[in-house]
Nanobody, 118 residues
Framework: QVLFVETGGGLVQPGGSLNLSCRAS????????MSWYRQAPGKERERVAR????????QYADSVKGRFTISRDNTKNTVYLRMNNVMPEDTGVYYC???????????WGQGTQVIVSS
């Protein structure tokens, strides 16, 4: 079955950095767009970054552009999110999902919690 396992979250001070990872299984990872989403407390889940199967295209939400970098390793079925210069508004639970414009599956991972606070 489809499975996403997100890791790497934690408590970080404003201006700091984090590296998130997501290992996926249950589908042909190398042929799918992959996205990172986040859900802040009391808000809807939003997509923050996406990457094409062959890494030729990346797109970012305006709120993270220039600070976050999405990447992937198709040999490891893993997608990454490098978060630099984090801000308190980056706080939330981060999830990965297959799909670019919209989620391909109904099943989500447990997510990884990011808290940006001094």
């Amino acid at each position: 079955q489809v499975l996403f396992v997100e890791t790497g979250g934690g408590l970080v001070q404003p201006g700091g950095s984090l590296n998130l990872s997501c290992r996926a299984s249950g589908f042909t990872f190398s042929t799918k767009h992959m996205s990172w989403y986040r859900q802040a407390p009391g808000k809807e889940r939003e997509r923050v970054a996406r990457i094409s199967p062959t890494i030729t295209l990346t797109q970012y939400a305006d709120s993270v552009k220039g600070r976050f970098t999405i990447s992937r390793d198709n040999t490891k079925n893993t997608v990454y999110l490098r978060m630099n210069n984090v801000m308190p508004e980056d706080t939330g639970v981060y999830y990965c999902m297959a799909g670019g414009a919209s989620p391909l599956f109904d099943v989500w991972g447990q997510g990884t919690q990011v808290i940006v606070s001094s």
